[in-house]
T-cell receptor
Framework: SQKIEQNSEALNIQEGKTATLTCNYT??????LQWYRQDPGRGPVFLLL?????KEKRKERLKVTFDTTLKQSLFHITASQPADSATYLC?????????FGSGTKLNVKP | EPEVTQTPSHQVTQMGQEVILRCVPI?????FYWYRQILGQKVEFLVS????????KSEIFDDQFSVERPDGSNFTLKIRSTKLEDSAMYFC??????????????FGDGTRLSIL
């Protein structure tokens, strides 16, 4: 069955630095991959979507890459701020079924 | 900005009882979803719903679960005979448009279900 892996350990970085989060998947060929942010006690909030034929997508300080050969997506936050502290979830998708990774908790220290 | 709303925010139920979780998706959306998240664990897909029928479901979504869109606005998840392991946060989501996972899902803030 499909497996989605994200770093289970928290990522601690200094404000202003670039955070890079990794999502690896196996036994799966998603047509799309989405990234979400989840704050404690809240539902996930959509951030970015990238299609299988796209290598890179950007939105403001966010950048996502998608390597279907490596079966990996990288999520970057540049010029990170304490307000970026949250858990970030990747969700590869085919049509109408979405599998979420367990998420990586990002802590941005001032 | 339109949002997905879920009620109640917290539901406490005795084991073996039926429970209905309610969601009001964004009004012009076409696809509806239920997920659950056990405390400290990942968000798990339960079911997707389109055109008044189930589109996909996971192994978790067994005969104890059912979904319904009883009118033009509500989307419900029913658990017939709750078990202790059903305790979790349940999220409803909706998305608009046609095509696959091309459109973002909008999530509600969940119903925390506690089975005693």
């Amino acid at each position: 069955s499909q497996k989605i892996e994200q770093n289970s350990e928290a990522l601690n970085i200094q404000e202003g630095k670039t955070a890079t989060l990794t999502c690896n998947y196996t036994n799966y060929s998603p047509a799309y991959l989405q990234w979400y942010r989840q704050d404690p006690g809240r539902g996930p909030v959509f951030l970015l979507l990238i299609r299988e034929n796209e290598k890179e997508k950007r939105k403001e300080r966010l950048k996502v890459t998608f390597d279907t050969t490596l079966k990996q997506s990288l999520f970057h936050i540049t010029a990170s701020q304490p307000a970026d502290s949250a858990t970030y979830l990747c969700a590869p998708a085919n049509f109408n079924k979405f599998y979420f990774g367990s998420g990586t908790k990002l802590n941005v220290k001032p | 900005e339109p949002e997905v709303t879920q009620t109640p925010s917290h539901q406490v139920t005795q084991m073996g009882q039926e429970v209905i979780l309610r969601c009001v998706p964004i009004s012009n959306h076409l696809y509806f979803y239920w997920y659950r998240q056990i405390l400290g664990q990942k968000v798990e897909f339960l079911v997707s719903f389109y055109n008044n029928e189930i589109s996909e479901k996971s192994e978790i979504f067994d005969d104890q679960f059912s979904v319904e869109r009883p009118d033009g606005s509500n989307f419900t998840l029913k658990i017939r005979s709750t078990k202790l392991e059903d305790s979790a946060m349940y999220f409803c989501a909706s998305r608009g448009g046609l095509g696959g996972g091309n459109q973002p899902q909008h999530f509600g803030d969940g119903t925390r279900l506690s089975i005693l």
